[in-house]
């Protein structure tokens, strides 16, 4: 049910937004698994990468067993690749060198002639919070989403919302990049055991009218409910707590 | 022959020691804060390898501060290492609280309630319910201390004893407490020094004794003065850096405070408390409410709110926290609204409830006081009335009938009964008063037989 068809398109922005009581965790996880097992895109040979501000690979490979994807051997083969964000670029003002790897990488993926890759950069806003200006990470983002379209590599980018309602300058920047805009919220009516949170898809301003992903309005959002294994989508008013 | 074949586990690496075995996640390990319903906030303790960050943005009270000493002296209690990031750490463990002792106090009762709870409770069964309600279990707002065979995963520990001197000799000297200053100077950026100080010490700890000895890091004021200039982003950088640290070390844990004007937006800007919830495993505030004597009016038996920010789950989706909780009680609806106290000897953590029959602020845990008034009134009416008189008299009517008026009457009863029966003219008037002075907004607490039926 969600993500829609080819949901994360080659050689675009995917920008997720998400809130402390309603983290998009699973949505990355979800993406992942269904990269490595080749659901979403043709290609035989898949890459993905994974830049994350908490390096944690452990919780990937533990979550990824859950929906049957051995994370080891992805990494033994090289196909699967974690970048530790905060490692790279520890002394310095400016996130050059992790755009230099990241490049690199791509370049590799594209000289090999292969499926297609995935980018996933798990959390940009830690970096505003921890010092870095929204204009440098402004330029990262935009050089990061050229980079991965001249490779035709799907980029997801996520991204905190801590003000709801009040969109930050980094998130005007991101939504001027981004193809299609996902928005992970809680509850309005606070914390729920039957509904983790609701799910909007909008369409951001690069997105073309070829592509034909239908969007989902806020009035009419997807719920979700978190399970060990992932999430269970449902449309709003039949989840079973409320039947 | 079977062609099923058991599957043999393969080799589990062995607990260590003070931890168990997470229940919602086999492949991770937790430990206990020291507050046993703290713990089932977490959903069990506080997971190796995640870090809690408490948030007291009220100035007058320091219960983040006791949350940290229940951190620090459940580690000693249970024999992990236990690093501590501050100035004044001999102060700070000075005001640590330790079990009661062996000694003087052989079985400490497990619920351990205080002795007015456990008064209360042998008066409750004094009480007749209705037959429908008497197998009820008791109603129960928190989560009781662990039996006997689990006591060493999370000790119960009593505010009013103190950390003996010797223990924490001993604990100095063969490194179980271990304690890294906070330079403020010569810093590329403050803080980054005790970063890489406790980047030594967990590697120094991971080399020698290996994953068998958890480590608690407990930093109960980053930020303070002592800390030098703190910027926001120094918090951030801080907490970012310490939670990285910890997944590359699993086999620690940290607890974090901030002070108390560091705690709120109003310090850190729009959404600082969201920023600081998604920089660590588990995010609590506690928002007391000394500040507030409304909110103090309005909720007697606690000391605050508690808010859940974030919760740790290291290696799920799902937080261990929403299956197994009692008190949030997320696995059957909606989330429960929680809030602490905290009494002469523990701290505990609560659901919240609005009071019965709206308005009336004591619980119903003892006879209220007026009942027992009306005894009291009751049995000076009786003396009154015959000490005097013979028995015949009081059983001809007159003085007699006038026992059993209700408080309210009695005034004007009593005079009756002194003109119908010439003799007691020396009633007392002091009686009479007594029997005025008690009234009671909200129950009708003047009959005591309400629901005797």
Not at chain 2, 162 to 182: F, H, N, T, W, Y
Request: aromatic content about 6%.
């Amino acid at each position: 049910m969600f993500p829609p068809a080819g949901l994360p398109l080659p050689g675009e922005l995917l920008l997720i937004t998400d809130e402390l009581p309603s983290p998009a965790d699973f949505l990355l996880h979800k993406l992942l698994a269904d990269h490595l097992k080749h659901v979403r895109g043709s290609g035989t040979q898949t890459r993905c990468l994974v830049l994350a501000t908490v390096a944690d690979p452990a919780r990937w490979k533990h979550i990824a067993a859950k929906s049957n994807v051995n994370l080891d051997q992805h990494v033994a083969s090289q196909r699967l690749m974690f970048i530790d964000v905060l490692g790279r670029v520890q002394s310095g003002e400016t996130l050059r060198p992790l755009y230099d790897i990241v490049q690199a990488e791509l370049g590799k993926a594209a000289a090999e002639d292969e499926g297609r890759t995935l980018v996933i950069l798990d959390d940009l806003s830690p970096l505003e919070w921890v010092g870095y200006t929204t204009l440098e990470l402004a330029r990262f983002s935009r050089a990061l989403s050229a980079a991965s379209r001249k490779a035709n590599a799907a980029l997801v980018i996520r991204h905190h919302t801590v003000t709801p309602g009040d969109p930050d300058d980094l998130l005007r920047h991101l939504l001027q990049l981004a193809a299609y805009h996902v928005d992970v919220r809680p509850l309005a009516s606070g914390r729920s055991g039957a509904v983790s949170g609701e799910i909007a898809l909008h369409a951001g301003a690069c997105s073309t009218p070829t592509h034909q992903v239908k969007a989902i309005p806020r009035s009419s959002a997807l719920q979700y409910r978190l399970t060990d294994a992932g999430a269970t989508f449902f449309d709003k008013g039949t989840s079973a707590g409320v039947l | 022959m079977s062609s099923f074949k058991r599957r043999t586990t393969t080799k589990q690496a062995p607990t260590p020691v003070g931890a168990r075995i997470s229940p919602g996640a086999t492949s991770s390990f937790i430990t206990s804060t020291g507050i046993p319903s703290l713990d089932d906030i977490l959903g069990g303790g506080l997971p190796l390898s995640c870090s809690m960050l408490t948030l007291a943005p009220d100035a007058h009270s320091a219960y983040g501060e006791l949350v940290q000493k229940y951190f620090v002296a459940q580690g000693l209690a249970c024999g992990q290492k236990v690093c501590i990031v501050d100035e004044g750490v001999d102060g700070f463990l000075s005001e640590c609280m330790w079990t009661p002792g062996a000694a003087s106090n052989p079985v400490p009762a497990p619920a351990a309630d205080d002795e007015d709870e456990a008064k209360a409770s042998g008066e409750d069964a004094k009480i007749k319910i209705a037959w429908r309600y008497e197998q009820m279990k008791q109603f129960q707002t928190t989560v009781p201390a662990q039996n006997q065979s689990s006591e060493d995963y999370c000790r119960v520990f009593d505010l009013t004893c103190r950390i003996p001197e010797d223990i924490l000799k001993s604990a100095k000297s063969s490194g179980q407490l271990m304690s890294a200053p906070v330079q403020s100077e010569e810093d590329s950026r403050p803080g980054s020094s005790v970063l890489s100080a406790l980047e030594k010490i967990l590697a120094e700890h991971d080399q020698r004794e290996g994953p068998s000895v958890p480590v608690r890091i407990c930093v109960p004021c980053l930020g303070s003065a002592e800390w030098g200039d703190f910027t926001q982003q120094d918090i951030c950088y801080f907490l970012l850096w310490m939670r990285n640290l910890l997944r590359r070390h699993p086999t620690a844990c940290a607890s974090i405070s901030l002070p108390p004007h560091l705690c709120a937006d109003s310090w850190g800007g729009p959404g600082w408390v969201q920023k600081l919830g998604w920089l660590v495993d588990a995010s609590i505030t506690l928002a007391a409410f000394t500040a507030d004597p409304s909110l103090t009016a309005m909720f007697p038996s606690h000391h605050g709110m508690v808010h859940i920010h974030s919760l740790p789950a290291p290696t799920t989706l799902l937080s261990p926290s929403d299956k197994f909780s009692t008190l949030r009680g997320l696995s059957s609806s909606g989330e429960n609204n929680l809030a602490f106290k905290c009494m002469r000897k523990r701290m505990v953590f609560e659901t919240l409830h609005l009071d019965l029959e709206g308005g009336v602020g004591d619980r119903r845990t003892t006879p209220s006081s007026s009942a027992s008034a009306l005894n009291e009134a009751a049995t000076s009416v009786h003396a009154a009335g015959l000490r005097p008189g013979d028995i015949a008299a009081a059983a001809s009517g007159g003085a007699g009938a006038a026992i059993v008026v209700e408080l309210e009457q009695v005034k004007t009863t009593v005079p009756q009964a002194g003109q119908s029966d010439k003799l007691e003219t020396e009633t007392p008037p002091a009686t009479v008063k007594k029997l005025k002075a008690k009234k009671k907004v909200g129950f009708v607490s003047d009959r005591p037989d309400l629901y005797d039926f």
